[in-house]
Structures are given as structure tokens and as C-alpha cells.
């Protein structure tokens, strides 16, 4: 199972919009909606984002969005603040009934 | 309070055997999916095994045939017995709790396997 493709670096300036895609095959992303975000801060465990492509557990705030075409998930972060920079990576459910992650993002807020 | 409490880790030589162990409190590991993921210094995460509540198991091809992932209801504790351990196998290796599938809501702190000689 090949690892979910996502852009190594994004940035973005305090108040801005940012977006991370994640790009995966009709056997995962594009096959089921069961796509999830994690955060994960330098030192810590990862926490859930968002769960089946665009829900938000109770306690993320609703900066984090989650939306889905065809292969290719995203994650948006609007409202950018510093808190915000950290690793995020994708996940998704497959059809050998395993879980895949993408090779995580690193995003800075400039 | 839902957590979770990794332990076992440590070094061992390539080839040896490891045991870890994930203590599960505020709620009931087999009526729920849990996984095992791992994380190699400096890498991103890694998906190694998977327990459905029914009992299937399901492992990365990185690790199947080597590692077993298990759970002792009367413990409430999930497993993950590592054989033949390579050098790549090194990483933090975490237990998660899955709430839909594909999505995990609760992780340990991570334990530390280092495979040198």
C-alpha cells in the first residue's frame, strides 16, 4: 500500500487561508469517505482534525474544513494562527480493509 | 478519563522479540476498532495493524508475518508482539482508538522501539 501524496511545505501569513491536498487512488481516498486529518505538534501524539472527509470532532474549531473530489482530499485552515503551525497528515480507509497515511505536511505560519 | 498507556519499548538487537503493551482506561478496547501506528525519527506516520471488534486482524506488508497485533479483554489492553525486528522497524509506535473507520480520536503517549546492535 503506497502512501497518500501530499505537498511537503505549505506556509501561510496570520488571518490567511491555507489548503493541503491529499492525493490517493480509487482503492482508498477516491473509494470510500472515509477520509481523516491529524495535527500533530513536534514531540506529541497526533490528534484527530477531521473525520469522514469533513467532520470536525467535538472541540476542533471550525477553521479546519475537509472536502473531497474524486482521488484528492483537502484540508482547509482559515483564520491561520500560530498554534496552527505543526505537522498534518492524511488518512484513508482501503480496500484491503487496511488504513494508508500520506507523507505529511509541514505547515509555518509566516 | 478515556486514555491510553503505551509500554514495552526499548533496545533490542536485530532479529530479537519485543512485546508491547496498550493499557486502555474509560473505555472497553474490544467494543471498539484499535490500530497500531508508527512513527521512524524525523518520518511521518506509519499504519502497521489494525484489531476489528469482531476479532480480524488486518497488518502493513512491512510487518505481516512478523508482528501480531492482540487484546486481553480482561485487561483491557491491546498488544503488539514484534518478531524478527529489523532496523527499520526503529520509530515510536502508538496505539489508537478508532471511532469510525479510518478515524482515531484517541492516542497514547508512544513508546520507543530502537532496533540496533
Known amino acids: 500500500q503506497s502512501a497518500l501524496t501530499q505537498p511537503a511545505s505549505v506556509s501561510g501569513s496570520p488571518g490567511q487561508s491555507i489548503t493541503i491536498s491529499c492525493t490517493g487512488t480509487?482503492?482508498?481516498?477516491?473509494?470510500?469517505?472515509?477520509v481523516s486529518w491529524y495535527q500533530q505538534h513536534p514531540g506529541k501524539a497526533p490528534k484527530l482534525m477531521i473525520y469522514e472527509v469533513s467532520n470536525r470532532p467535538s472541540g476542533v474549531s471550525n477553521r479546519f474544513s475537509g472536502s473531497k473530489s474524486g482521488n484528492t482530499a483537502s484540508l482547509t485552515i482559515s483564520g491561520l494562527q500560530a498554534e496552527d503551525e505543526a505537522d498534518y497528515y492524511c488518512s484513508s480507509y482501503t480496500s484491503s480493509s487496511r488504513g494508508v497515511f500520506g507523507g505529511g505536511t509541514k505547515l509555518t505560519v509566516l | 478519563e478515556v486514555q491510553l498507556v503505551e509500554s514495552g519499548g526499548g533496545l533490542i538487537q536485530p532479529g530479537g522479540s519485543l512485546r508491547l503493551s496498550c493499557a486502555a482506561s474509560?473505555?472497553?478496547?474490544?467494543?471498539?476498532?484499535m490500530s497500531w501506528v508508527r512513527q521512524a525519527p524525523g518520518k511521518g506516520l506509519e499504519w502497521v495493524s489494525v484489531?476489528?471488534?469482531?476479532?480480524?486482524?488486518y497488518y502493513a506488508d512491512s510487518v505481516k508475518g512478523r508482528f501480531t497485533i492482540s487484546r486481553d479483554n480482561s485487561k483491557n489492553t491491546l498488544y503488539l508482539r514484534m518478531n524478527s525486528l529489523r532496523a527499520e522497524d526503529t520509530a515510536v509506535y502508538y496505539c489508537?482508538?478508532?471511532?469510525?473507520?479510518?478515524?482515531?480520536?484517541?492516542w497514547g503517549q508512544g513508546t520507543m522501539v530502537t532496533v540496533s546492535s
Open positions: 489508537a482508538r478508532g471511532i469510525v473507520v479510518g478515524a482515531f480520536d484517541i
Open positions: 484489531i476489528y471488534s469482531g476479532g480480524s486482524t
Open positions: 474509560g473505555f472497553t478496547v474490544s467494543s471498539n476498532y
Open positions: 480509487s482503492s482508498d481516498v477516491g473509494g470510500y469517505n472515509y
